[in-house]
């Protein structure tokens, strides 16, 4: 990894990703010192901490969470070459920490608000924080064991992972990329203050005639909608506003003025609908990816413990293992024998998310915490509803730390970033991101009460509704199982029916301004392509301009007792 390296021989250069004359260009660490400073652990903690709250608040909000892995090379790279002497390897390492925050952010808020929906007023903090420290700690082990299969001999493409890489290319930090992102935070900060903190601006506008008549049609003044929407693009932003057509176009208004149901029936029914489709377009997506899987796959765990690498990493993983399993019942996190399925669920989904990751760019990982939960509930009796959801979450607190770092692994193969250290990064902005998340729910629970989350709330966590009515009852029966199926085939087929799930749910209120999004990305792409990655990075911005300021805002209501 130094000057004297054949520049044909790179692997950003033999994968065609990059020419000789740009990675002449590019900067390089010389030696291991230079990838891994305490500046940079600094800078990955700071950063996790941010994006833990930020994307706790988005998630909890939109029940969507984009990957946050330009927006942290980007601030990676402005605040390392502004304190100097940095280069490519060492960005890696720390926005490799910083994301790892997001990722287990979106854990918490697809899992633990369930418990408040099934009316549970005591939340067991220390139980959240114990399950969601071990699930980054085995995560990052289960990592290290199965990088060389998933990158090297499976040579799975993990497009965010290598749009990274392109972004870090470019290294246009210090310059319109920068404060093209830091313009457009700002704009979303100050939308968000005068609609949240000074009442200036309503947060939505509602058509009062068509409400009375049960088309609940609006518009929400929602940034990171907006961003939301152009980062994923018309294809999937489609796909979501058709889903919200059909529910609150479509089937509310026919039930109640036609068919004679309730407004309560309708919603059961839909909310239903939309989980079943969510989970079953889930399932769909992994049934795919095993597929593929099983075809490229040959031998493969002989493959990961043939080197004495592996097999130390393969012991310590086993130790780790039989320590959690002791760790989780002591703490009251969950029996033993639910801490034993945690543990073979967690090396099972590890290794699905790792490959989902890789294949589609996305990360299901509060479908895959169910399905464990659904396995556990099959053969043991009498699981508690906390168990069950801290079950859930160790789960997919894991399979998003998974997915995360495989990202940033791949952009790491690309820079020739050495792999502990990435993975020491992902460990110290996951167990940061434990704490700040964390503290980030109890500020947010003490601000706005147990009763914000939930269908038609200020926090509408979908992927939390989706848990609790795994575990409480399924509202609708019919709605969901017909979801369930339809999102099952649809998915087979090619149909991003999760997307399609998303927008049945959430209120037309969020659909409509990240409908918006998805429309000014493909003005953009069609009559000013050259300024297509600006335009995603100001989704990005937008994105992490109203979490940011969200949580800002709440912090200070929780600082003056309101």
């Known amino acids: 990894m130094g000057a004297d390296d054949s520049i044909s021989e790179r692997t950003a250069v ?12 590019m900067t390089f660490a010389k030696t291991p010192k230079e990838v891994l400073r305490i500046r940079t652990i600094i800078i990955a903690g700071a950063g996790s901490a941010l994006l833990t709250a930020s994307s706790l608040y988005i998630a909890l909000r939109m029940g969507a969470l984009p990957w946050p892995s330009i927006f942290a090379a980007l601030i990676s790279m402005a605040i390392l070459k502004a304190l100097g002497n940095t280069n490519l390897n060492e960005i890696n390492v720390a926005h490799t920490g910083m994301t790892a925050g997001a990722l287990l952010a979106g854990g918490l808020a697809f899992t633990i608000p369930a418990l408040w929906m099934m009316g549970y007023h005591e939340t067991p903090y220390l139980q959240i924080l114990v399950g969601a420290v071990v699930a980054v700690l085995i995560a990052c082990l289960i990592t290290l064991l199965i990088r060389d299969y998933m990158i090297i001999r499976l040579k799975l493409p993990y497009p965010i992972g290598t749009a990274t890489f392109l972004t870090l290319k470019t290294g246009d930090v210090g310059g319109k990329k920068f404060y093209t992102l830091i313009t457009w935070i700002l ?3 100050v939308i968000v203050a005068l609609r949240d903190l000074l009442g200036v601006i ?15 049609l609006g518009i929400g003044i929602f940034p990171m909608a907006t961003g939301i929407g152009y980062i994923i693009g018309l294809l999937y932003m489609g796909t979501w506003f058709i889903g919200a057509i059909l529910s609150y176009l479509i089937i509310i208004p026919i039930s109640t003025n036609v068919l004679g149901y309730s407004l309560d029936s309708a919603l059961a029914f839909t909310r239903s609908l939309g989980i079943g489709l969510i989970i079953g377009g889930g399932i769909a997506i992994i049934i795919k990816s095993l597929i593929d899987y099983l075809k490229r796959a040959k031998i ?3 493959f990961i413990a043939k080197s004495s690498e592996n097999r130390g990493v393969l012991r310590l993983l086993f130790i780790t293992s039989v320590i959690i399993i002791l ?11 639910l801490a034993i399925i945690a543990i073979l669920g967690v090396m099972v989904t590890s290794i699905m998310a790792a490959t989902l990751t890789g294949q589609t760019g996305i990360d299901p990982m509060e479908i895959l915490g169910i399905l464990i939960l659904l396995f556990a509930m099959a053969i ?21 730390i998974v997915g995360d770092v495989f990202n940033d692994l791949r952009a790491g193969y690309l820079l020739e970033t050495p792999v502990r250290k990435q993975v020491f990064s992902e460990l110290i902005g996951g167990l940061v991101g434990a704490v700040v998340g964390l503290l980030t729910l109890y500020m947010l629970v003490s601000v706005y009460g147990l009763g914000a989350f939930g269908p038609d709330k200020f926090f509408v966590a979908p992927q939390a509704y989706a848990v609790s009515i ?37 209120p037309m209120i969020i659909s409509v301004p990240a409908l918006i999004g998805g429309l000014a990305r493909v003005y953009i792409d069609k009559r000013h392509p050259k300024y297509s990655e600006y335009g995603i990075i100001a989704g990005s911005g937008l994105l992490g301009g109203e979490g940011i300021t969200g949580v800002i805002i709440s912090l200070i209501y929780f600082i003056m007792g309101r």
């Open 300 to 302: 493969s765990f002989v």
């Open 187 to 189: 704009i979303a900060g």
């Open 327 to 337: 760790i989780l019942p002591l703490f009251n996190v969950m029996n033993i024998y």
């Open 380 to 400: 043991i009796k009498g699981i508690s509803p906390v168990e069950a959801v801290l079950l859930v979450m160790f789960i997919a607190i894991a399979a998003g």
């Open 14 to 25: 033999k994968e065609g990703l990059a020419t000789p004359e740009e990675i002449q260009k």
């Open 202 to 216: 309503p947060a939505t506008i509602v058509f009062g005639g068509l409400v009375m008549h049960n088309i609940l």
């Open 470 to 506: 795994m575990i409480k009852g399924i509202p609708n029966l019919t709605g969901f199982l017909s979801g369930v199926i339809i999102g099952l085939v649809l998915g087979l087929l090619g149909v991003p029916a999760m997307t399609l799930g998303i927008g049945v749910y959430l």
